[in-house]
């Protein structure tokens, strides 16, 4: 028994068929394009409306509940507000809070709840920090720049409000982007609001979430959405005009080949119509696009119709494997897409695709 004991010690045992596989974990930074593209799922194009004119700007879904920070300067003298998501999808907001002094605002989307972008709550970035500067993520708004945190305890006022110990950063801000999230490269958390920049656009100045989110979390604590001010999600959409309807479409399409592009199945899945839906589970559709591992596409052209209807056409180069390959094989197609409004949002009716010579 001695000796069998000593064996079985020096001895490795070898198992055909494992069932435990040794897990090992990475210190290495997020990839960037991961990152921007889980992030613009949650950042938010703002317009609030009034009689005079339309203001533009950007935020981003910070909680469970739907609510979204931007800035004061974007929303305060807005008589409606309405936010346009990554998918094109348009809803109505109401004010949560509003700072007077500092440059900061919650704004609540009920059907945005649920997903949301994770903040940095507790750590100040330093000087030489890495981080992603994201602005509205839609049409001529979508912006996404890099850059460092260059300054720091900056303090100035700009049209009435006090912008006290922000950061400098050489991320370019724009006025689309106001409002949207400064995004920390190696964690992925939002670590400022982006709020200010110069004329050139060679420095921007974003709010330290640190310094703002006790004071926006108690705004939405005490906030009760039955009895906030929304507006109307229908008279917003019978307003648009055909331009910004073909816009739309293409943005939505747009979308879904990205999203195709990086995997995500069940993203991609989503912007499909109800009766595309029934006509293909999740599991048939994915399995479709599964041995996809690039896309490429080329600018798309549209066209509309005079029920909002939209048909969009598009060169796609797909690059794929399958399981009986070996070799990954490249093909073009001429893809055409339908687009038009369920339910007050814009959803893809139909794809084809058919095999073009290159």
Known sequence: MIFIYQKWQSEDMSISN???????TSNQDLDLKSIIHEAEKNVIQIEGQNEDSTITGSGFVYN???????????????????????????????????????DIAVIRVPQLAGQYMEVEKESPSEIGDEVIALGSPHGFQNTV????????????????????????????ITDGNSGGPLIDRKTGH???????????????????????????????????????????????????????IQEDAEYLVNYFLESIEIRDYVNA?????????????????????????????SELKSTIADNNQVQIEASVTIEKRSKEEEKASKTSYAYTFTTKYENDQIKITSITATETKE
Not at 18 to 23: A, D, Q
Not at 274 to 290: D, L, N, P, T, V
């Open 18 to 24: 494992p069932v435990i596989n040794k897990v090992t």
């Open 64 to 102: 469970k509940s739907g609510d979204i920070i931007t800035n004061a300067h974007v929303i305060k003298d807005a008589d409606v507000i309405y936010v346009r998501t990554a998918n094109a999808q348009i809803y109505p907001a109401a004010v949560v809070g509003i700072g007077e002094d500092t």
């Open 145 to 172: 720049t890099l850059g460092i945190i260059s300054g720091k305890e900056r303090n100035f006022t700009v049209d009435g409000f006090n912008y006290n110990n922000v950061y400098q950063i050489s991320a370019q």
């Open 190 to 244: 939002v670590v400022g609001i982006n709020s200010v920049g110069t004329k050139d656009g060679t420095i921007g100045f974003s709010i330290p979430i640190t310094e703002v989110i006790d004071e926006m979390d108690q705004w939405s604590h005490e906030a009760q959405t039955d009895k906030l001010d929304f507006a109307s999600t229908s008279d917003i959409i019978s307003s648009k005009d055909p331009d910004q």
């Open 269 to 297: 899945y989503a912007l499909l119509s109800s009766e595309m839906q029934s006509k293909s589970s999740y599991a048939q559709f994915r399995e479709g696009y599964i041995d996809f591992i690039n896309v490429k596409f």
